[in-house]
């Protein structure tokens, strides 16, 4: 090699290295991928798959460039349970997680399980994305969790083999899955049926063979999981309104800039958004296709009737949940 060509191998050398180090200091860094998972479809119409799609769109618009969202539905990485114990780790990026599973590692969340608390969907989106709202989602810090907001899964309903549920004696005697927390439980057991405690994932199939008669899901969980095939009613017993916690590991978190968390959480906020009117537009055309695929769909006669034969499940947690909480949501949903 002549002089003069390693002069210029060597300058160009220095020059990549200048580069370089002045990308480092001038905060140009690796592109973060983030895994974003949640157990149900990625169904166009399902509250979970549109959240999550929603916020990777909307990081992708905020951050260009600085992000790659990859998705895993249908629990490709696990249940619930083990997602949220993803997050505490730090092993598991983001998730979108239904509020009465977050319930098992912090009471406080039990409160939007509370049955018949919410009046309809607007007044949950106040309580939510209120004071009582934050609150909640501060005291997963400490778990190793930052909450970005509450997307929406919707009111939850009855649906069984049994029979259509309009009043509460219809819910006595029944078989039904219940989440793996105890309001549910609790909850299920002062209307008489009988509560059965399972993972997500067992669900379609114990339908399916009959080890229960149901199980008590959203409309839309209904329909993007296919349990028309396996379920005849479908009661409108809006018994809990489905918060869904839009969570990022505080580990995750804290490795990004101040911009790019900014950029996280105003996702999220928008993602949200976006997804909760999705979900009111989906709803009507969701129950027509049940009812077209042969599900007896039907309205509860009186709320007022669910209601008494439950407030013995509002006593039993009041304590775990924290009376000033409880107190702060019940003023706001008068």
């Not at 549920?165 to 899955?177: A, H, I, L, Q």
């Not at 028309?228 to 479908?234: M, P, R």
């Amino acid at each position: 090699m002549s002089g003069l060509s390693k002069l210029l191998k060597t300058a160009s050398i220095g020059a990549a290295a200048l580069l370089a180090a002045t990308a480092i200091a001038g905060g140009v860094s690796a592109q973060t991928s983030l895994k974003l998972g949640w157990t149900t479809s990625d169904g166009a119409k399902d509250p979970y798959a549109i959240a999550a799609r929603e916020f990777a769109a909307a990081l992708d618009r905020l951050a260009p460039g600085d992000f790659e969202t990859q998705l895993f539905p249908n629990r490709q990485l696990g249940d619930e349970k083990e997602m949220l114990e993803g997050l505490s780790f730090g092993t598991l990026d983001v998730a979108i997680i239904t509020n009465a599973v977050i319930a098992n590692i912090e009471p406080a969340f039990q409160l939007n399980d509370m049955p018949f608390l919410y009046g309809d969907e607007a007044q949950a989106h106040d309580v939510l994305d209120g004071p009582v709202g934050q609150t909640l989602l501060a005291k997963l810090e400490d778990r190793g969790i930052v909450g970005l907001g509450f997307a929406e899964g919707g009111f939850r309903n009855m649906v069984n083999n049994a029979k259509p549920v309009s009043t509460p004696s219809d819910v006595e005697g029944v078989k039904y899955r219940v989440m793996q927390n105890p309001v549910f439980i609790e909850m299920f057991q002062s209307l008489g049926g009988n509560a059965v405690p399972m993972a997500w994932g067992e669900v379609f199939t114990a339908v399916q063979q009959g080890t229960i008669d149901g199980l008590e899901i959203p409309v839309a969980v209904v329909a993007n999981n296919k349990f028309s095939e396996v379920t005849k009613y479908l009661s409108l017993t809006k018994h809990t309104y489905s918060a869904l916690g839009v969570l990022i590991s505080k580990k995750t978190y804290d490795d990004l800039s101040e911009a790019q968390q900014e950029a996280v959480r105003e996702a999220a906020a928008m993602a949200i958004a976006a997804q909760r009117e999705q979900n009111a537009v989906n709803m009507e055309e969701l129950l027509s296709e049940l009812r077209a695929q042969g599900m007896e769909v039907n309205q509860i006669s009186d709320a007022s009737a669910f209601r008494s034969k439950v407030t013995g499940v509002y006593d039993m947690f009041r304590d775990k949940i924290g009376a000033e909480l409880m107190d702060e949501a019940l003023a706001a949903v008068q």
